[in-house]
């Protein structure tokens, strides 16, 4: 959707109406001066005027700052031509949005200040001024009320505030259902929602500038409906928007029956004459509720106790640091506070990581709330170790995982450490540029089927999948778990979110998370519709094709929803290095698993967890539960700003590009057909990611170098670092991934564009100034990284020594026995690659004895036990990549010998 000026939003429009004050107040200020200069006013000076007003006027009923009563005054001094008097209002009104000032201040002050003409220091009035600093939201109304009922209620609702109260907050008041959508997708300030008895199913106003934003089917589903029934139909669609926003209904016929049947969309429901203070009040506690840091709280009361320190932790109250010679300026650095808060305590209001009872289990409970689990655990070495959690906990020795083979090494460790059968998955490959995609659902199926035929299926315990990749390709996580379950019903499925903790904070996003999508299967499942659905549709064939090619339901009564999700809290939201959680959606978890996973977690977690990390766990979850929806929005609008700089800059475009959906994900996988979806707009966006199979995360910026001559490792290291001081993780052969967060902002992004644009200048004035030789060099480095190399090689397969045998064959390894038989050097030997290729030629197996896994682009192209193959060596050959963990430059790579495999063979399977 583009407007007159040429902004552009994606997602959100909290930009594109900053951007559009700012721009009144410029257009403003621009007649103001020529009138106080005497020069001429012309028309385009106040078409800019009319033009801005008109882009805000859409929107400004969304926000309760300036408020209908302000943004009313402001659009009749620009109809009057009252030019002075309208510069001085929108210079505040731009003023207080920019500095966020509005959220201490009052509102209603700068519009009533403008009728008396007496305002010049109306811009926060002290008398209104919150004294007290305290968090500002905004509650959303939903009823069909008269300008006049509207200011009624706002000043009802400011003789409530105290100054005891925690929180401060102001109205936005929508008559209408479809409004009300509107406003929970656009304004992130909305905490709270009052869903009254009176409001039109329809909007009153022209919402066709924010179609993206509105929900076209809900008018008419709220349509002919009794006011009950409208808010009952109302409330799980702002719910489905905004799951963390506070419902509230009120009413004002029987509530005794109204609660009774509504009431579990709701936070609570009201009487309108009685219940007015308690609704305030109630509003307050709910956002209270998830303002509460429990383990941070008890955290902070422990170290401002003065206690005797006799254990085994001197830096305990600096204690170690204060009174020392040679580090004193470790107190300088971080202050005292971190170290009044360092201790192993367990007890005196702090609690047991390894036993929680009490405020580390209240912070874990609440994160489970603002995450959609069932039970969520605090993680203090990252997801590293809460894969390795979640494998020990879900297997036995001897049960089979299907994992993608391109997954994170945690995963390779702990079914190692599990003792698990594996068997490889393989994704799709990106052969032009050197990286992986995600694994096909067919891929998945197939291999569940093989172990179907093999009478091996019962023994198939666990799926693991990243979602998403590190590349940003995410998975239809609720279609897969509904597939693999029509074929093994009690599958259990661990996503490694590692990159999406983000994600629950987005409505987009959201349905593509396990925990989403586990609930949404759950409730699926336990529909009468769904059960009908199912039993109409039977008998299904059976057969491996069919099973492979049709979409597949689960049985309703057999299929059990049982997904784990590990994410990195700390790379995606706040949270010192190494906070990660483990969420659980698992409806066998209490029967199956809960002993065996407190096991896991004892056996991988440390006895003295750090606090600090555990705090800033608790209040990363406080911010994503109260400010996630408006970080998430920022960053995807940074991210998608970010890819139009680049795309749109003559002399960027030349040398480098942003890889789109459609070069990530192949057609096949893309049954929208959009090629683009949020450059397209949020609609399209809304489309792909309900329809695609994989989709791709816009706020991860994959950006072709081909064009270069500079590879991907030299581009981060020697340009973007080393001169520029910025820090990227992951590249490619020709490509270097931009990641943004929800730390990105505006300047950031532009600090990053004025690097690129200088560095492609640098290249752009070398290769004009090229000599022939140096011409034919930079050509070939060219031609070298945007032709295909040897192509990226699947899993080859493990050596009989180390499969599990079965009729027919299947695919899985004892990666415990290949791992663990290395240890054993005189088993083990090394051979440079030629040495490989010449046993091979001579009809040898020869089978790595390590993981080698060369950096970029990171994943393992051998595993313990696996065979080499002609593919792999040629990968091997082609990559320039320095860095090749398991392999040793000159001494070649570390495979096990003949007699080691014959040893192997004959002994029993571990
Ligand atoms: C997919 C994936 N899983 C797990 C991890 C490990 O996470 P952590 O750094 O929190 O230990 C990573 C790290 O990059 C990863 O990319």
Not at 735 to 760: D, H, K, P, Q, W
Request: hydrophobic residues 40%; contains cysteine; aromatic residues 10%.
């Amino acid at each position: 959707m583009v407007d007159q000026t040429g902004a552009y939003a994606y997602n959100s429009w909290w930009q594109f109406r900053a951007d559009s004050w700012s721009r009144l107040e410029e257009a403003t200020g621009r007649i103001v001066t020529a009138l106080r200069r005497t020069k001429p006013v012309d028309n385009s000076m106040t078409d800019a005027v009319h033009a801005q007003c008109a882009a805000l006027a859409p929107l400004e009923q969304f926000w309760a700052f300036p408020g209908h009563a302000a943004f009313g005054v402001v659009q009749e001094l620009a109809a009057a031509g009252a030019w002075e008097r309208l510069g001085r209002l929108v210079a505040r009104i731009n003023r207080a949005l920019v500095t966020e000032s509005y959220r201490i201040g009052s509102f209603d002050d700068i519009a009533q200040g403008e009728h008396r003409d007496d305002s010049e220091d109306l811009i926060v009035s002290t008398s209104h001024h919150d004294p007290f600093s305290r968090p500002y939201f905004e509650v959303l109304v939903v009823e069909t009320m008269s300008p006049k009922q509207e200011q009624r209620l706002r000043e009802e609702v400011h003789t409530w505030r105290r100054p005891g109260d925690r929180f401060i907050y102001d109205l936005v008041v929508v008559g209408s259902g479809v409004e009300a959508a509107v406003a929970m997708r656009l304004n992130a300030n909305i905490q709270a929602c009052v869903i009254r008895r009176r409001f039109a199913h329809a909007a009153l106003r022209d919402l066709s500038s924010l179609a993206d934003f509105a929900d076209a089917a809900l008018a008419d589903d709220l349509a002919d409906h009794s006011p009950e029934e409208r808010a009952e139909i109302l409330a799980p669609r702002l719910a489905q928007i905004r799951p963390e926003v506070d419902l509230y209904l009120m009413t004002d016929i029987a509530v005794e029956d109204v609660a009774g049947k509504v009431s579990h969309h709701f936070r609570r429901v009201f009487h309108a004459r009685e219940g007015a203070l308690e609704l305030h009040l109630t509003i307050l506690a709910g956002v209270a509720a998830r303002y509460r840091t429990p383990f941070f709280e008890a955290l902070r009361a422990y170290s401002q106790r003065p206690t005797g320190v006799f254990h085994a932790l001197p830096i305990s109250q600096g204690k170690s640091i204060v009174n020392s010679h040679w580090i004193r300026d470790m107190v300088g650095f971080y202050g005292l506070d971190i170290f009044l808060a360092e201790t192993s305590a367990t007890t005196g209001g702090l609690d047991s990581l390894l036993e929680p009872t009490g405020p580390l289990r209240d912070a874990q409970q609440l994160a489970a709330e603002a995450f959609g689990s069932r039970q969520t655990y605090f993680v203090t070495n990252g997801t590293s170790t809460a894969n390795k959690i979640v494998a020990q906990a879900l297997l036995a020795p001897g049960d089979i995982v299907l994992v993608d083979r391109n997954c994170h090494q945690s995963h390779h460790y702990g079914l190692m450490l599990a003792g698990a059968e594996v068997c490889y998955l393989d994704a799709y490959p990106l052969n032009e540029y050197s990286m992986y995609g995600a694994v096909p659902l067919s891929e998945i199926k197939s291999k569940l089927l093989a172990m179907r035929t093999a009478g091996k299926l019962d023994r198939v315990k666990l799926l693991m999948l990243t979602n998403c990749t590190f590349d940003g390709i995410v998975y239809d996580v609720g279609r897969v778990m509904e597939e693999c379950l029509a074929i093994k019903p009690d599958l259990v499925f661990l996503w490694d979110e590692a990159w999406f903790a983000f994600a629950r904070f987005h409505h987009v996003y959201r349905a593509r998370t396990a925990m989403e999508a586990a609930r949404a299967l759950a409730e699926k499942l336990r529909s009468s519709e769904y059960r009908a659905q199912y039993e109409a549709s039977l008998p299904r064939d059976d057969s491996t094709a069919a099973l492979i090619n049709n979409r597949l339901s689960p049985d309703p009564a057999r299929a059990r929803v049982r997904a784990y999700s590990t994410q990195s809290t700390h790379k995606t939201l706040t949270s010192l290095r190494q906070g990660s959680m483990i969420h659980v959606y698992d409806q066998d978890f209490a029967l199956r698993v809960a002993e065996g996973f407190r096991e896991a977690y004892m056996a991988h977690t440390s006895t003295s967890p750090n606090y600090q990390i555990l705090v800033s766990l608790d209040l990363g979850r406080r911010q994503a539960a109260l400010e996630g929806f408006e970080l998430v929005q920022r960053q995807l609008e940074y991210a998608m700003k970010l890819r139009d700089a680049i795309d749109h800059h003559p002399l960027l475009s030349k040398y480098m590009h942003c890889l789109s959906t459609a070069e990530m994900i192949p057609e096949r996988y893309r049954a929208s057909g959009i090629a683009q979806p949020l450059r397209t707009g949020l609609s399209n966006m809304v489309t792909a990611w309900e329809q695609d199979e994989f989709v791709l995360d816009p706020s991860r910026v994959t950006v072709y170098i081909g064009l270069t001559g500079i590879d991907g490792a030299t581009f981060k290291h020697k340009r973007l670092m080393d001169r520029f001081g910025i820090q990227i993780n992951k590249t490619s052969r020709n490509t270097v991934l931009f990641m943004t967060n929800i730390g990105t902002t505006r300047s950031s992004v532009a600090y990053l564009i004025e690097v690129l644009v200088s560095i492609a200048r640098d290249i752009d004035l070398h290769t004009s100034e090229m000599n022939l030789a140096e011409r034919a060099v930079f050509e070939r480095s060219v031609t070298h990284l945007t032709n295909p190399t040897a192509p990226l090689p699947h899993f080859s397969g493990f050596h009989p020594a180390f499969l599990i045998e079965s009729d027919p064959p299947t695919p899985e390894g004892d990666v415990r026995k290949a791992f663990f038989l290395s240890y054993d050097h005189t088993l083990c030997e090394y051979l440079l690659a030629d040495e490989v290729e010449e046993k091979m030629e001579a009809g040898e197996s020869v089978v790595s004895a390590t993981f080698v896994t060369p950096y970029p682009p990171g994943f393992p192209v051998l595993v313990p036990g696996q065979v080499f193959s002609d593919e792999i060596l040629s990968f091997m050959r082609s990559l320039d990549t320095p860095e090749i963990h398991g392999y040793q430059p000159g001494i070649g790579y570390r495979v096990y010998t003949s007699k080691a495999l014959e040893i192997v063979a004959e002994r029993p399977s571990s």
